[in-house]
């Protein structure tokens, strides 16, 4: 599969612990995104990565978020000390000019 | 930043009509403007997008209309099938931003048979 791939495709989580994700972008893609959608909503803007650069983050990416992307290739996005607003899915996108490739998404449920 | 609008947030239409979703967009900076279709549970996929140097885009089915003087943004699905029923996603990205996208908030299309 060529695509772009996220890990967990599921994760149930209690308030309060640590959850941590993961994104493998299609191979020759040098940038990649993070969004966050609820349901009933378009994805939201979390962060952007230029090959291993963090350039932008959204005002959505609180203290308890961070993401990184250290060899330029897959990233991970943790979450510290969950809440239940915390619950939605993640998507990851990836791409090389402006068309983004999205991943399946992880789905969070924060209990 | 940008502020994408969509309407209707929902659309029914008799199989073999057409489909129309109109955006809208606040800055006139924005020059890439992505359509997604979205099926329930699984990934946003791209099915046609459109630049801010063209008036109008057409793949098959589906066409794209830009008004940059308007800003505002259309896709229009003709002799629509069933298996066009998804939530539609219109978005826009600033040159400046480097390519995040600013999503509307969906439009879920049925097509009834």
């Known amino acids: 599969d060529t695509g772009v791939s996220q890990n967990p495709r599921h994760k149930i989580t209690k308030r309060g612990q640590n959850v941590t994700f993961r994104c493998d972008p299609i191979?020759?893609?040098?940038?990649l995104y993070w969004y966050r959608q609820t349901l009933g909503q378009g994805p939201e803007f979390l962060t952007y990565?230029?090959?291993?650069?963090?350039?932008?983050k959204s005002r959505l990416l609180s203290d308890r978020f961070s993401a990184e992307r250290p060899k330029g290739s897959f990233s991970t996005l943790e979450i510290q000390r969950t809440e239940q607003g915390d619950s939605a899915m993640y998507l990851c996108?990836?791409?090389?000019?402006?068309?983004?490739?999205f991943g399946p998404g992880t789905r969070l449920t924060v209990l | 930043g940008e502020n994408v609008e969509q309407h209707p947030s929902t659309l029914s239409v008799q199989e073999g009509d057409s489909a129309v979703i109109k955006c809208t967009y606040s800055?006139?900076?924005?020059?890439?403007f992505p359509w997604y279709k979205q099926e329930l549970g699984k990934r946003p996929q791209l099915i046609i997008d459109?630049?801010?140097?063209?008036g109008e885009k057409k793949d098959q089915r589906i066409a794209v209309t830009l008004n940059k003087t308007a800003k505002h943004f259309s896709l229009h699905i003709t002799e629509t099938q069933p298996e066009d029923s998804a939530v539609y996603f219109c978005?826009?990205?600033?040159?400046?931003?480097?390519?995040?996208?600013?999503f509307g908030r969906g439009t879920q299309l049925t097509v009834w048979p």
């Open positions: 800055d006139s900076a924005s020059n890439y």
């Open positions: 459109i630049r801010s140097n063209v």
């Open positions: 191979s020759e893609h040098n940038r």
């Open positions: 990565f230029q090959n291993e650069a963090q350039l932008e």
């Open positions: 978005a826009a990205s600033i040159g400046s931003t480097l390519g995040r996208l600013y």
């Open positions: 996108a990836s791409t090389l000019n402006n068309e983004q490739f």
